[in-house]
């Protein structure tokens, strides 16, 4: 790609080299000049489009959920700040045990929530879709935070693009998974991946839980996303040996990348800080 200056020479050589053309030569000139600067017109876009589907991914390890919440707020947040690098992020992590509820709350009241407590857990209202669930060691948990109109405006197409990403990935371990009429990723009649999200001017936030080694005995506490009759299952007991998040990480940014038809790089450290010193000043005032 031409920068401004080399286009500048060019055009005057140009200019030059066609006063010495005779009128036929010159059209013919005219024309190959014109489909070159559309080329080159049409390579700034094309990389304008692929910076702009570039994925940042962020490898937070185990943290807190409520500092969780804060950083998918603060991060969603800065694409509306045109002065900010920091775009499409994967921010991937692992949670302390938490049982999390969406949008519909009606059944779970207080006695509902102090009996979840005293398992040993966290709990928190989100406002995410779904039902209730739980995060926890072991499970792999992924905040997609993206403008979908870097990709395609569309939820539906967001949720089918995420249960796609996970079926690709099982797949690489030679698991058979597949959808349902109920939102995750199923095999047979237990869910190994619940995807809960929000949305907001198409800025996604919230994601998807994939369970890899957890101790599936927290979901006895509950109805996991109020799906009677259904069951849970993980990496670890479809394949019969463990599977850590960190085997599974590397898999899920390519299947994610394959499905998203999107590059992926990891955050800078210099990022890195400065959102976590910004988070902690927020934090600090609230």
Request: charged share 20%.
């Amino acid at each position: 790609m031409f920068s401004f200056c080399c286009r500048t020479w060019v055009i005057l050589a140009c200019l030059l080299y066609a006063t010495r053309l005779t009128r036929s030569k010159k059209v013919k000139f005219v024309s190959v000049l014109t489909k070159f600067f559309h080329c080159q017109s049409q390579s700034s876009c094309d990389m304008a489009s692929n910076f702009e589907k570039l994925v940042k991914t962020w490898k937070l390890g185990k943290i807190d959920y409520a500092r969780a919440l804060r950083l998918q707020e603060h991060v969603s947040s800065l694409h509306n700040d045109s002065k900010n690098h920091v775009k499409n992020t994967l921010l991937c992590l692992e949670h302390y045990p938490v049982y999390t509820i969406g949008l519909r709350t009606k059944q779970y009241d207080l006695n509902e929530e102090v009996k979840l407590r005293n398992t040993g857990a966290d709990f928190h209202k989100t406002n995410r879709g779904g039902l209730i669930t739980f995060h926890g060691p072991g499970q792999l948990v992924v905040y997609p935070i993206l403008n979908l109109k870097h990709f395609t405006p569309s939820m539906r197409w967001y949720v089918c693009q995420i249960e796609k990403t996970i079926i690709r990935l099982c797949e690489k371990f030679g698991l058979k998974a597949e959808t349902s009429p109920d939102t995750g990723v199923w095999i047979g009649n237990n869910k190994i991946c619940a995807i809960g999200i929000h949305g907001s001017r198409f800025i996604t936030t919230h994601g998807l839980a994939l369970n890899c080694n957890t101790d599936l005995t927290w979901f006895d506490n509950i109805v996991p996303c109020g799906l009677i009759g259904k069951g849970v299952t993980s990496l670890t007991n479809e394949l019969k040996q463990n599977v850590s998040i960190e085997e599974v990480l590397p898999k899920f940014i390519e299947s994610f990348c394959e499905t998203f038809e999107c590059d992926c790089t990891e955050i800078d450290r210099a990022e890195v800080d400065r959102i976590n010193q910004s988070l902690d000043v927020q934090t600090d005032s609230d």
